[in-house]
């Protein structure tokens, strides 16, 4: 794949497909996420530009079932692999 046939990635991304910061063109790629140095495999949403994640916590659920998200912040660096 060339960069010419992927979409630029966002300042803010959310896999969430009911949330308006999702975009189906970029997942269509393999994404990467590098948060404080460390590639991250679990983070549900980013903004590189106010430089947070969220990840889902390990047991709390909302009432709906889904996992909660934590919000922790640092430097956010999103890539295609």
Known sequence: MTDATRPELPDHL???PR???HVAAVFEHDIG???NGTDRFDVEEYCVSEGWVKIPHAKAI???GKPLL???KGT???YYR
Do not use: G, Q, W
């Open 14 to 16: 959310s896999i969430d």
């Open 19 to 21: 949330s308006p910061h």
């Open 33 to 35: 996420i590098r948060f």
């Open 62 to 64: 909302d009432r709906k």
């Open 70 to 72: 934590i919000k922790i």
């Open 76 to 78: 956010v660096e999103a």
